[in-house]
T-cell receptor, first 114, second 110 residues
């Protein structure tokens, strides 16, 4: 049981390049989330999903797209990377909407845009 | 996390108690959480408290909630060097969305 796995762990991109961050969970969780963590700003929700085939916007969705084609995977895409997207990206999953069920986090993807 | 605020840094000596504070503005939150982030790792849930509770204790951790003042605190008794990390306060929103504070870096001096 690996929990939440994020790939890659590190990546450097040039402005304008595209890439996809992959999140996989093996806990059969319905809900999945993508956050970004920036110094002095805590974690901010980018997009989330409440089940296979569904996605919804979070607090800072601009410049990102997501897909949840399979229940266990949640992909975060950057179509045209910008320096402002340099950040640490965290994926999380949870069983459902029950607020007593904790969100389980991956170890993060460190992304630098030059 | 504009509506969840924390001080950025706290330094304590090993063996002392640590108190990390958090304030929030949305009084409709039903659950409030404390997460711990160790270097290079994701966030780990430490504890949570329901909004109708004043206090919750779990081994070395004590959570105090002052709902009137919208103030949450996390006390760590007998702080150890292994407690050095960033601690995030978060409040629960709709669809199990979490609103995080900016995080408090706890540095434990030996």
């Amino acid at each position: 049981n690996a929990g939440v796995t994020q790939t890659p762990k590190f990546r450097v991109l040039k402005t304008g390049q595209s890439m996809t961050l992959l999140c996989a969970q093996d806990m059969n969780h319905e809900y999945m989330y993508w956050y970004r963590q920036d110094p002095g700003m805590g974690l901010r929700l980018i997009h989330y999903s409440v089940g296979e085939g569904t996605t919804a916007k979070g607090e800072v969705p601009d410049g990102y797209n997501v897909s949840r084609l399979k229940k266990q995977n949640f992909l975060l895409g950057l179509e045209s990377a910008a320096p402002s997207q340099t950040s640490v990206y965290f994926c999380a999953s949870s069983y459902g909407a029950d607020l007593t069920e904790p969100q389980h986090f991956g170890d993060g993807t460190r992304l630098s845009i030059l | 996390g504009e509506d969840v605020e924390q001080s950025l840094f706290l330094s304590v000596r090993e063996g002392d108690s640590s108190v990390i504070n958090c304030t929030y503005t949305d009084s409709s939150s039903t659950y409030l959480y404390w997460y711990k982030q160790e270097p290079g790792a994701g966030l780990q849930l430490l504890t949570y408290i329901f909004s109708n509770m004043d206090m919750k204790q779990d081994q070395r951790l004590t959570v105090l909630l002052n709902k009137k003042d919208k103030h949450l605190s996390l006390r760590i008794a007998d702080t150890q060097t292994g407690d050095s990390a960033i601690y995030f306060c978060a409040r629960g929103g709709a669809t199990n969305k979490l609103i995080f504070g900016t995080g408090t870096l706890l540095a434990v001096q030996p």
